[in-house]
């Protein structure tokens, strides 16, 4: 069950979908579906928005077979809708007026690994597990990472970001170049293989956060970093949310780079201990990881020490061997499914907020505030150290009087 | 005297300068003008471009005052030309049909020093050398450096980037938000001051690097970094060039997080030597800088020297006395004049090549080598770190035959 709160658009027409579809099927064979199921399957999305399918799901091989898709969906008018895994949480991969789910789940090869240039090409329908499972063997790994296993195609088309862009930045700043269809189904280039370039429009940047709305990607050249050669995680609680938000800011301030800095409030940490079964203190917490060389690594984690310590942090638990640390930052990545736990029947609303970071502590404060005065219950998890958290708000779809025109904030005066 | 390859360009009407001249000098009063030397002065360039200058000048004040020269020149069809302080070598502030130079000069002030969210916002006409004047006792500094002490209005507009590209990114990693005048003479806001977005087309991206054609910049929001606890520089020479650059290429892949990596070969050392007073050894020599901890610093200086040793690399001199380090960049800096003076009366013609780094020795390799078939003298400097490298090469405007029509590579066969 799921919240609608849109009233229904304007469906393309149905002979222009039909037309679509007899083309798709002779060109496609049984790579052209329209069986309920697989629509389903692609208008599925995580949280409480309203699932809208499409009206056929094609599952091109190539970048030529994607430009023919588009030319024949451009000349009908039919929408298109890129697909990558569905790990959405806004709707993005929903069909409001119904066309044509472009499923790359067949375009996953790695193209090439330039080992010595540190970069990587790849077509986009693979995932950013699957690519980094590629690259050990290399010793190299891209760092982003929104949480969920989503293909590096939806990545670039949300600009995604998540818990290491502290340290290596988001999407916009790890893509080199993009090859993508335009809407008249022309195949471009938006930049080489260089590092640089100052030379016209920077349309590899246009494109990265343009989610399907410019064209479809059909190649991705990244940037790639080589394994840290030593890495450590830690968990530091604290004695309040204003504390630990707080202790990110001075960290941020003082320049020490580190390459994740996550935090829990205690709703949250009590959630994931339920769900993914751990014993972590039920305070608000924050979720570290440091990479460098072994003495770089060492000195970074004495210098966040101090800085915790003026903050009343402590009760560092040290995560150091890599098993260790996969459990951890799984925990966190399972944290909708820990949360939706919870209160189990409801669906979470996220929220999505970044501030510059001197507001951190008085945004994440006030938002608490804003919750616990609306009567829901919600947890919270940030990526503090750029300044970017995320409520998730419990509510159950089957109780309308939770949602219709109940979502006012009932603001302090 | 200049040199011309380019046919001359059709001029806008005189009747549309004249209106828009008109109106200029009613609501700029002096502050438009229009005197020959102040037009000579906003078309000069300091290579071997052809002076093309515009038929006014005007000195907007804040952004409104941009927007009605805008509006103006739009309505009348006359061109108009951003203008910062001309440093470009690539003739961009030229104004080929004619047209109004808006020249930034009276907008330099720093709006606001954000010192706990680590930015600033400015207006366009600031240089970086008075921007990083104003920071300094706030303990911050921006670190993207060109090379001349260049406006960061012009830099953005240009996508800068130069000596420290390589640890902190160019202009594209380093504006956060943009106020243009568009034109039709709108002004737009293309963020907000938060680190991260994942909202709408990367705007700021777009118009970083479009070099005036999409609007005119009026507010730049940029990101700062603390002064670094520890500042170490050394020059280091080679046995060949190609040594040099795989000393580079392995320094990179091993990611040794190095602050600058600059490529000079021997002729651009000895021409440095005589300008600048210097005694450096006339080999092929990378100039580095380390930023860091005390800690960081040193261990970062031992690994790049474990490195320049298996390429033959030695003769290390440090400079770790702040005026030391000032007279070695200032040097490097001045490298256009220092490469001119090798052969006075000529201009030099700047290339600027970028490649995937694994590629980097073959390239400057085979660009030496088809400079001795031209029987030209040049210099090389490069950001080698990000595969990026200029030749200069010293062409006598006086001596036509060195230009016209000879400009062909012999190539080897």
């Known amino acids: 069950m799921t919240i609608t709160f849109e009233k229904p658009v304007q469906r393309v027409s149905e002979g222009a979908v039909d ?3 007899a083309e798709l099927h002779k060109s496609f064979g049984n790579r052209c579906v329209t069986s309920q199921a697989v629509r389903d399957q692609h208008a599925h999305t995580l949280t409480w928005t309203a699932p809208q399918p499409p009206d056929a799901v094609v599952y091109p091989q190539n970048a030529d077979e994607v430009a023919s898709i ?10 298109m809708i890129p697909f990558g895994v569905g790990t959405s949480l806004e709707g993005h991969v929903n069909a409001p007026q119904g066309g044509i789910s472009i499923d790359t789940s067949m375009m996953k090869r790695v193209i090439a690994v330039h080992e010595s240039d540190l970069d990587v090409v790849i077509e986009p329908g693979i995932t950013r597990k699957e690519l980094n499972e590629h690259l050990r063997s290399y010793g190299l790994f891209f760092p982003i ?5 989503a293909t590096l195609g939806g990545m670039v088309a949300t600009r995604a970001s998540g818990t290491n862009a502290v340290r ?3 999407m916009r700043d790890n893509v080199i170049a993009l090859e993508v269809v335009l809407p008249n189904g022309d195949l471009v280039k938006t930049a080489s293989r260089a590092r640089k370039t100052s030379a016209g429009y920077d349309l590899t940047r246009l494109f990265i956060g343009s989610e399907g709305t410019l064209g479809v990607i ?7 970093y080589g394994l840290p050669e030593a890495v450590s995680a830690a968990t530091c609680t604290f004695p309040s949310i204003r504390a630990a938000c707080d202790a990110t800011i001075m960290t941020i301030q003082t320049g020490l780079p580190v ?23 039920e305070a608000p917490m924050l979720l570290l990881e440091f990479h460098g060389t072994e003495a770089g690594v060492a000195e970074q984690a004495t210098r966040f020490g101090e800085i915790a310590a003026e903050f009343g ?3 560092f638990r040290w995560a150091t061997r890599p098993e260790e640390r996969s459990k951890l930052w799984q925990a966190r990545h399972d944290s909708y499914w820990a949360s939706v736990a919870l209160r189990p029947g409801t669906k979470g609303v996220s929220t999505d907020v970044c501030v510059p970071i001197s507001r951190l502590a008085d945004c994440v404060e006030e938002t608490q505030a804003d919750l616990a005065s609306t009567g829901f219950i919600g947890t919270i998890v940030g990526h503090v150290g750029d300044g970017n958290f995320h409520m998730l708000i419990l509510i159950d779809p089957a109780k309308p009087e939770e949602y219709l025109g109940s979502f006012k904030i009932k603001k302090a005066s």
């Open 19 to 21: 037309a679509v579809i």
């Open 70 to 79: 588009v030319k024949l969906c451009a000349a009908h008018k039919v929408p």
């Open 145 to 149: 990472d929104p949480g969920a296993d």
């Open 218 to 224: 059909t190649k991705i050249t990244l940037k790639l």
């Open 259 to 281: 390459a994740r800095i996550e935090l829990l409030d205690a709703l949250m940490v009590k959630a994931i201990n339920i769900h993914s079964k751990l014993s972590l203190p």
């Open 313 to 315: 942090g402590g009760d």
């Open 168 to 170: 290596y930045g988001t």
